[in-house]
């Protein structure tokens, strides 16, 4: 009995309840990763849908650049952007002047600017300054309006040379 009541009178004296153990949790830390980019890049450029285009050989990009890793609008050389801008930086599209673009004026170092629709040479509507929008496929020379934009396609006649690959054209430089 005398165990027993010291028992007892050892659970009073420490409060009775047994506290649940503590255990520390290690809690990782996040470092802020860094992405540098080229600052070639326009803020327009970054925030654009990238256009997915398809390409087996240079004959399907219709003139838009060389085919290269399944994609048109590569270049080693200007003429292989068939007036779609100069090369640069191994694509097509960079200008100094207007004469380097077949379709828009030169604006901000790009083709495909425009001051009024008869500057898209048949690519679209002139529409707040860019070349490509659309209100039917009469409007487009290369695929078919869509969504107020050409470029898009069911079939690779749509695509005036070009092949169509998942809705697009792969001439299509807008």
Same mark, same amino acid.
């Given at each position: ?14 409060? +009775? ?12 830390? #996040? ?8 600052? *070639?890049? *326009? ?20 003139? #838009? +650049? ?11 050389? @200007? ?5 779609? +801008? ?17 379709? +828009?004026?030169? @604006? ?18 002139? @529409? ?8 039917? &496929? @009469? ?14 396609? &069911? ?14 054209? &792969?001439?299509?430089?807008?």
């Amino acid at each position: 009995m005398k165990l027993l009541l010291l028992v007892v009178g050892l659970l009073a004296a420490c409060g +009775g309840d047994p506290k649940p153990a503590v255990t520390p949790v290690a809690v990782p830390a #996040f470092a802020a990763d860094r992405v540098e980019l080229d600052p *070639s890049f *326009s803020l327009d450029e970054l925030l654009a849908p990238q256009r997915e285009t398809a390409c087996s050989s240079s004959s399907d990009c219709a003139g #838009f +650049g060389k085919c290269s890793g399944g994609k048109c609008g590569n270049c080693s050389s @200007s003429s292989d952007c068939n007036g779609h +801008g100069k090369c640069s930086g191994g694509k097509c599209g960079s200008c100094s002047s207007s004469s380097d673009c077949k379709t +828009g004026t030169c @604006s901000g170092g790009k083709c495909g600017g425009c001051s009024s629709s008869s500057d898209c040479n048949g690519n679209g509507k002139c @529409s707040g300054g860019k070349c490509g929008s659309c209100s039917s &496929s @009469s409007d487009c020379s290369i695929g078919k309006c869509s969504s107020g934009k050409c470029g898009s396609c &069911s079939s690779s006649s749509d695509c005036n040379g070009g092949t169509c690959s998942s809705g697009k054209c &792969s001439n299509y430089s807008n």
